[in-house]
């Protein structure tokens, strides 16, 4: 009997060479669509989406985001036309048991049996920067979704008016501390600065403090800084984690 010999056998690591470059492809793509919607200033009266994932593990990220295509997909079909802040907040109240519904369906669907709320009130939000533009950190209303708890890093757009956002270039990790600190009693207008103006400020705080010693600068200390993550080093950690999970 002959036997015949391939001159590059098939190996195991082969194919997850090909299954890390399909999962680097399908999401450079993703997020080449959502940069091509991101962009421009937050108007001062807005209302965010907040999706706070269980943890940073791969698939409680992917999870993360079918629940905010299913809310955001459902949400679209309740506004017909302009709304004024007003009727956009009426809106969303009127509908948080439907927002609570889709969020367990979707993990019940998916096999996640972790706890989930869904809150419309004021949020405490980072600094961001998504490209040139900066958001500044502050408290902002918005409706927040805590998948399990809460500890991921999370995904947030603007509900009104609809402008979208990722949180790719500076990703963030949100404790449970955190996400409890928020008051969902009241629900009041957005605070939002200027985003330009508040660069240009942050910049001159901080040529200040290198001028004036030691004294000024250590008054400036809590000013906190914008935290940038790499997109690309974020996936490859949360195949990593993935991996990791799936031999576990």
Same mark, same amino acid.
């Given at each position: 009997?002959?036997?015949?010999?391939?001159?590059?056998?098939?190996?195991?690591?082969?194919?997850?060479?090909?299954?890390?470059?399909?999962?680097?492809?399908?999401?450079?793509?993703?997020?080449?669509?959502?940069?091509?919607?991101?962009?421009?200033?937050?108007?001062?009266?807005?209302?965010?989406?907040?999706?706070?994932?269980?943890?940073?593990?791969?698939?409680?990220?992917?999870?993360?985001?079918?629940?905010?295509?299913?809310?955001?997909?459902?949400?679209?079909?309740?506004?017909?036309?302009?709304?004024?802040?007003?009727?956009?907040?009426?809106?969303?109240?009127?509908?948080?048991?439907?927002?609570?519904?889709?969020?367990?369906?979707?993990?019940?669907?998916?096999?996640?049996?972790?706890?989930?709320?869904?809150?419309?009130?004021?949020?405490?939000?980072?600094?961001?920067?998504?490209?040139?533009?900066?958001?500044?950190?502050?408290?902002?209303?918005?409706?927040?979704?805590?998948?399990?708890?809460?500890?991921?890093?999370?995904?947030?757009?603007? &509900?009104?008016?609809? &402008?979208?956002?990722?949180?790719?270039?500076?990703?963030?990790?949100?404790?449970?501390?955190?996400?409890?600190?928020?008051?969902?009693?009241?629900?009041?207008?957005?605070?939002?600065?200027?985003?330009?103006?508040?660069?240009?400020?942050?910049?001159?705080?901080?040529?200040?403090?290198?001028?004036?010693?030691?004294?000024?600068?250590?008054?400036?200390?809590?000013?906190?800084?914008?935290?940038?993550?790499?997109?690309?080093?974020?996936?490859?950690?949360?195949?990593?984690?993935?991996?990791?999970?799936?031999?576990?």
């Amino acid at each position: 009997m002959i036997r015949t010999y391939s001159r590059f056998p098939y190996r195991p690591v082969y194919g997850y060479v090909l299954l890390l470059a399909a999962l680097l492809l399908m999401s450079w793509e993703s997020q080449r669509a959502d940069a091509a919607i991101a962009g421009g200033s937050i108007p001062s009266e807005s209302i965010r989406l907040r999706i706070l994932a269980n943890s940073d593990s791969a698939m409680d990220q992917l999870v993360k985001r079918e629940v905010r295509d299913a809310v955001v997909a459902q949400m679209n079909t309740w506004v017909t036309g302009p709304q004024t802040i007003e009727e956009a907040r009426l809106t969303i109240r009127s509908h948080m048991n439907d927002i609570e519904a889709i969020v367990g369906k979707t993990l019940n669907d998916r096999g996640f049996h972790y706890g989930y709320k869904a809150e419309l009130g004021i949020v405490p939000f980072p600094t961001k920067i998504y490209g040139t533009e900066v958001y500044p950190a502050g408290n902002y209303e918005a409706l927040r979704i805590t998948l399990g708890a809460g500890a991921g890093q999370n995904w947030w757009c603007v &509900l009104f008016p609809p &402008l979208c956002f990722v949180d790719a270039v500076s990703g963030e990790s949100s404790t449970p501390t955190t996400a409890a600190a928020a008051t969902t009693a009241t629900v009041a207008k957005a605070d939002t600065a200027n985003v330009k103006d508040t660069a240009v400020k942050a910049q001159d705080t901080v040529s200040k403090s290198d001028n004036d010693g030691g004294a000024d600068q250590a008054a400036a200390a809590p000013a906190k800084q914008p935290e940038v993550r790499f997109f690309l080093w974020d996936l490859i950690k949360s195949i990593i984690s993935f991996f990791r999970h799936l031999f576990s």
